[in-house]
């Protein structure tokens, strides 16, 4: 990763969710390249953000880069539309690099728990805080014009295993799913694990899917910037299973490891990081850059734009606009 090619250019990044998993091994590598003056851990936890900045400031002691810590709750909406007056006062330079990592199947019933927003909280989560956050930064003036974004994205978004495939036509429709008022015809987008609750499988893979496409239609309304979504694929040694409950959130890790369903950070982490530094395809504006296989999740990366496989939902311009409004519904 030291690696000049790897160099994203910019001086100041941001990443959501930077204190373990993907998004602390981000820090970590973004940190490294040669133009990163400032890496901004925006974390929900002050504790463990601190602990993260002073094992990543610990790691570059020799370098001049700077490592901060900004609070934010991608669940909260104020905390997201206050980030630009927050981030203007704390930083007070354009945002050059932006990892919108913070997210999750944010445990028991996060599909079903309702935010003042009116979404969701796994949608609040995962989308509508990041989609607030970009916001925030533009109105304030904090977003380089050549701003990389990277949101993270997952295949669930396509529907695989306990997640149902989505079912995304119009404005209204995909505006029922993120408040939970969707009328499930076939009642597969209520399906649960065993045990008690909804662990969240149920909204995940859609919440994923509306922000593949709200991403896509961002992009279109910003070309000076490169913005997509990339998914790491699945990958172990991160926290994303502790909230499946007991059972499968020490399952999920175990047969991970021994079928080999899911790659090593490092993997995960390599394909965020082309997302900022390669610009050729499947890594370009507008993008949903994620594996061919679909199930499992691993190995060679397509833009799902144009993937047969995945019933060139993503590129639709229609769903991406109708995705993009339906979330605004929720902004404003
Ligand atoms: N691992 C995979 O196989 C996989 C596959 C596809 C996509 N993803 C996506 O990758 C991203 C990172 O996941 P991970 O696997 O690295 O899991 P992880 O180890 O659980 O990390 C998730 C990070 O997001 C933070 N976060 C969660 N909710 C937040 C909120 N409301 N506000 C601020 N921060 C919040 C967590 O903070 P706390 O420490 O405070 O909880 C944590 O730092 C997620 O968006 C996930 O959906 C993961």
Known sequence: MDDPAFDVGGGVALITGANQGLGFEMAKRIAHMPRVNKVVLACRNEQRANEAREKLQGLFADTSFEVMVMLVDTEDTTSCRDFGAKWTAIVNAPVDLFLMNAGGMGGR????????????????????????MFDALSRANMLSPKCKVVYVGSETAVGMGPFPKPDLRDVDNIAAHISNTYNDPTGATKIKWIGPGNMGQSGYGTCKAIAALYFSALARKHPSMKIMTVSPGGTRGT???????????????FMMVVFGVGHPLAKGAERLQYGFFVDEDPYVSGAFVASKAIAPPVGKCVDYRSFKKTE???????LQDAAYEAVRRFMR
């Open 312 to 318: 060139n939902v993503f590129g639709d311009e229609k």
């Open 239 to 253: 926290n994303a299973h502790a909230k499946s409950g007991w059972f499968f959130g020490n399952l999920i890790p």
């Open 109 to 132: 019933d996060a599909s079903d728990i309702m935010q003042p927003s009116g979404s969701t909280r796994i949608f609040a989560m995962n989308v509508l805080g990041h989609a607030e």
